[in-house]
């Protein structure tokens, strides 16, 4: 047996698959695989798309995520959980349930309720159940401007800061709110971790040019990855968005939509190196 590979940590990902791989399911896979973990998956939602948009999904029966999670939890110790789209109103609700019994497991949440394209993925309903049941069990949230804004009930009103958006999500229990800033207009991205003592850190970024795919998804992955890793929230934050900026200055476009990350860069950096 290789006891190495058995040793990864592992971490399990609720999602719904993307058959392109540039987000969902397949691309936590890549890159929590890419990061140095044991990627396990749940199967929220199948989806109809390609690399343009997402033409329909459709939501896996609650009992049968819930049945996923527990038959994977009940065989293997997971290191962290990633929570992606999560298709159901009823699906949030079972998965908050599975994810109860764990407290003591890093939970990084991806509040997922729309593609790049604008397809709609959530409800109002569904968006108050992620703030009832899900924010409340969550290490870190990691939304878009967009996401937060909506998340903490204030889409309508900009009159509230983006600080103060993710106080209301701090304060109903998460630890930590890292906000992503690729939807502001700002000339490079500013990403905030902010916790109830304020911000904790700000990282600039580049604003590299083009529209990407999956983005959000390698964040929220390479974030729990680095948790489950063991390493502290601020070294956590920091390589997941160095890891994500990478992965985007990296990416190519297989189709006829939008760019995607590629989450195996180093690997094809190494062996351009050998080459020479």
């Known amino acids: 047996m290789n006891e190495s590979v058995l040793s990864l940590p592992a971490v399990l990902t609720f999602a719904a698959t993307d058959p392109t791989s540039g987000a969902g399911l397949q691309a936590d896979l890549l890159a929590l695989a890419s990061m140095g973990c044991y990627p396990l998956s749940v199967v929220t939602a199948l989806t109809v798309q390609d690399t343009a948009g997402v033409e329909s999904f459709l939501a896996i029966d609650p009992d049968w995520v819930a049945d996923q999670a527990r038959c994977i939890l009940e065989d293997m110790p997971v290191a962290a959980f990633k929570m ?32 790049g394209r604008g397809d709609e993925f959530a409800g109002d309903d569904m968006v108050s159940a992620i703030r009832e049941l899900l924010v409340p069990q969550s290490t870190v949230v990691t ?18 800061s983006l600080a103060d958006c993710a106080q209301i999500l701090l304060d109903s229990g998460c630890e930590y709110v890292l906000v992503t800033g690729t939807h502001d207009s700002t000339a490079d991205v500013v990403n905030t971790l902010y916790h109830r003592g304020g911000v904790l850190r700000a990282d600039t970024w580049q604003r590299l040019p083009g529209s990407y795919h999956g983005s959000g998804c390698t964040l929220a992955s390479a974030l729990a990855a680095n948790l489950a890793r063991g390493l502290d929230i601020g070294d956590a934050v920091y390589e997941a968005q160095d890891y994500t900026w990478q992965a985007l200055a990296h990416a190519f476009r297989p189709g006829m939509g939008q760019y995607l990350p590629d989450r195996l860069f180093w690997a094809r950096n190494g062996a351009s190196e050998d080459d020479k």
């Open 84 to 115: 992606g789209m999560l298709g159901s109103t009823e699906i949030v609700t079972v998965v908050a349930e599975v994810v109860s019994d764990y407290p003591d497991v890093p939970l990084v949440l991806d509040p997922v309720m729309g593609s």
């Open 143 to 160: 939304p878009n401007i967009p996401e937060l804004r909506r998340l903490a009930g204030e889409d309508d009103n900009d009159d509230v």
